[in-house]
């Protein structure tokens, strides 16, 4: 089945075994969830699971969104396989998550990310802190981080092309911007911007970034 509940000693876990596209993802959720209706309280958490083929990270962010607007919490983000009653893990990402606040729903992180963790949120995301090697970000607006950012940084899940990358330190192992994906930026020894100009990612000293507007740069 692509998509199944299983309750196992870790807890109840979300399996999306398949899927051809994230809107007929999104329709079977909610079919399975109204199915379920009597079992789920609001404020529930779950693990949700994810194969190889299915942990796209332009998706996650969407299926991250669409289970808290049912009013379910994923504890953790798990990548790996359903073998009858036995879970095999080959990725564990701890969801991080902090209140979120009002201005555009930003969701602001008052702590260092380390290695294992992962924030998904569908607006902006700002860390106050570091982001260790081996953490992630996905968010679908920009994301700022308040000190050294490492790990895999990727914005514009929603914005696209437009959101951006900030940091104090930034160095990143890998920038994603909408669609644009590099591993390979200038680095400079202070804050620093990565956005998107002439179809590919550029990282620019914050005193001196030129963003594109309107196909020219500004």
Not at 54 to 63: E, H
Not at 115 to 124: A, E, L
Not at 157 to 177: R, W
Request: avoid cysteine; charge should be negative.
């Amino acid at each position: 089945m692509p998509i199944d509940f299983r309750m196992t000693k870790k807890g109840l876990i979300l399996l999306i075994d398949s899927y051809r596209s994230v809107d007929e993802l999104r329709q079977d959720i909610m079919k399975k969830f109204a199915d379920a209706k009597d079992f789920f309280s609001e404020g529930d958490e779950i693990s949700l699971m994810l194969t190889q083929e299915t942990s796209k990270p332009d998706d996650i962010v969407k299926i991250v969104s669409l289970l808290s607007d049912l009013g379910v919490h994923v504890k953790d983000i798990l990548v790996g396989s359903m073998e009858q009653k036995d879970v095999k893990v080959g990725q564990k990402y701890d969801l991080v998550r902090e209140k979120i606040t009002e201005v555009r729903g930003a969701q602001i992180i008052r702590r260092n990310l380390r290695s294992g963790q992962i924030v998904v949120h569908n607006f902006d995301v700002v860390v106050i802190g570091n982001v260790h090697p081996g953490a992630e970000i996905i968010a679908g607006g920009s994301v700022v981080i308040f000190g050294s950012a490492k790990g895999v940084l990727r914005a514009g899940y929603s914005q696209g092309e437009t959101g951006v990358i900030a940091a104090i330190d930034l160095q990143p192992s890998l920038i994603q911007i909408g669609n644009f994906i590099t591993q390979e930026y200038d680095h400079f020894d202070g804050p620093a911007v990565a956005h998107v100009r002439t179809g590919r990612i550029i990282v620019e000293e914050a005193d001196n970034v030129k963003f594109e507007v309107k196909g020219e740069a500004n």
